[in-house]
């Protein structure tokens, strides 16, 4: 991978990163426990609540995409990014451009998908 191809992933995480932490504080307060309440009724309570349950899980799926683009520059910083952690080749730089987080070439993520199932 040339320098010009590192510094470019190295923006393209630092957005991502950023637009996940923008929207992290608004999910957290739509997480928050639907707190029992007179004034609304049992189906729109009901809705409350799944409207909330959705949103943890959206706000889970953003920490954890958060935590796999921190390794990401970690590995920048390492000089390990776009190695495979299976077969050690480079990772081409279009699968990296789609998914900047990827630890694996498309073949073996191909294999380690097909023995998890």
Known sequence: ???????????VILKRIEELQSSLESLEDASKAVQPS?????????????????????????????????NAL????????????????????GRLRHVPEALMCVPCAEDHSRRRN
């Not at 609304?40 to 889970?60: C, F, P, W, Y």
């Not at 000089?79 to 990772?91: D, F, H, S």
Request: net charge positive; hydrophobic share 35%.
């Open 1 to 11: 991978m040339t320098e010009t191809e590192l510094h470019e992933m190295k923006q």
């Open 38 to 70: 007179i004034s609304i009724g049992r189906l729109t309570r009901m809705d409350a609540i799944g409207s909330q349950k959705v949103n943890e899980h959206i706000l889970s799926q953003n920490r954890t995409a958060m935590l796999t683009l921190e």
């Open 74 to 93: 970690n590995r920048i910083e390492k000089g390990t990014y776009g190695q495979c952690v299976r077969c050690a080749k480079e990772i081409p730089i």
